[in-house]
């Protein structure tokens, strides 16, 4: 799972993203967890579609 976040998101608060990669570290569950500065309630952006890129393709990669 990958989770995008902005400290200073007015709509959700960022303890509900830390709190949820805190489960899933503890889960030992495959996840990525990117905590921006102030950028509100993102949009998709650059940074976005870069990360979300990044993850697919590390999560994508055979299994040796």
């Known amino acids: 799972m990958l989770i995008l976040h ?5 709509s959700v608060p960022i303890k ?3 709190d949820m990669a805190a ?5 030992k569950a495959p996840h ?3 905590e921006y500065e102030k950028k509100g309630h993102m949009r ?3 940074d976005v579609i870069k990360e979300t890129r990044a993850f697919v ?7 040796p």
């Open 6 to 10: 902005s400290d200073n998101d007015g």
């Open 16 to 18: 509900q993203a830390r």
């Open 23 to 27: 489960a899933l570290e503890k889960a």
């Open 32 to 34: 990525k967890f990117v």
């Open 44 to 46: 998709v952006t650059d």
């Open 57 to 63: 393709e590390e999560v994508c990669k055979p299994k």
